[in-house]
């Protein structure tokens, strides 16, 4: 006879409801949280699927919340590279430190268990803002917002989470509309997966709305790493004929800085031949020839917004939520035709 599943206990999940349930020690589940290398695959993976389906956060996290003390932010990131994070870090520690707060960061793009990773942050900091891109399922996302403050920045949307984010759809349909109308253009093709971000979907959105509000279809995206690399393939890809377009609406500006680069190297005019626009507005866009049609986005503001929001929550559970989108504005320079 099997025997009856065991009735779960009321309230929070506990390191010992998850350690039943898993049928091994507390021990054990500590060494999965802490050092998950150590235990045995078929063993940690065993406990990791009871911590996902009991939402379990270490309680730690909520340390400070009936204490009222503003210790640490932990802030989530996929990576470092380029003047996005920079910036987007310099917003929110600043703000943080202004509250006496410090910021301890997770990094998650070479993170094996990224959810596990996150859940052990929770554990050691007051609240959490969970930068889109980072690889967390909606269900961490969710849990570890029913145990401390937490907001994402530039997320998916997650039931009962902020998610506070640049403006991205309409920017996106304003600059592909300049390229079709404004120019002329007719074979557009957006560069970047919209799978990888929300801020990319969004884009790739505007791009598609743009060509419907001419009585055109847009094309598939162009599937491609947000990276230089990417950009070098789409070049080399233009290079040998596999790809053609007259404009290349990128989903930011280090695949449109390379795409530029290697297109010239090809022998290809920018903007002649094919049109080349970008997204974030880095300093390089104003100095390259020609320079880089571009939108604008108050990366640092974001992140400011994001540490401003946590310590408003955390004194007070029930203040007002501020306005969570932020406005972008389109920069034309020549890349995209313009003088």
Known sequence: MTSPPRPRRPGPATIY?????????????????????RVAPGTRERVLAVID???????GAARSLAARTHEAYGLVLPE?????????????????????????MLLTHDKQEPDLAVRRLAGRVD?????????VTPSTVAAIGGKVPL????????????????????????????LLVDHGRRQLLFVGSPEGSPDVRRRYDGFVQAHADQGLEAADPVDVDLRETGGQDVARSFAR???????????????????????????????GQVAVTGWDDWMAARYVTP????????????????????SGVLADRDAPEPDHRLATSVVLRGSCGCG
């Open 151 to 178: 907001v994402q920045l530039a997320g998916h949307e997650v039931e009962g989470v902020e998610n506070f984010s640049t403006e991205s759809t309409q920017s996106a349909r304003s600059l592909t509309t300049h």
């Open 53 to 59: 389906e009991l939402n379990y956060v270490p309680h």
């Open 80 to 104: 470092l590279r380029g003047p996005y994070y920079a910036e987007l870090i310099t917003g929110f520690e600043s703000a943080a430190a202004e509250r006496g707060a410090s910021v301890l």
């Open 17 to 37: 409801a998850v350690a039943e349930e898993a049928g091994v020690s507390i021990a054990t589940v500590s060494r999965v949280l802490s050092n998950p290398d």
């Open 291 to 310: 320079g880089l049609t571009s939108v604008r986005q108050p990366v640092r503001e974001l992140g400011r917004l994001g540490a401003e929001r946590l």
């Open 241 to 271: 004929g596999a790809l053609s377009a007259d404009g290349l609406v990128c989903a930011n500006d280090e695949l449109a800085l390379a795409v530029m680069r290697g297109l010239v190297e090809a022998g290809l005019d920018v903007p």
């Open 127 to 135: 609240a959490i803002a969970l930068m889109g891109g980072a690889g």
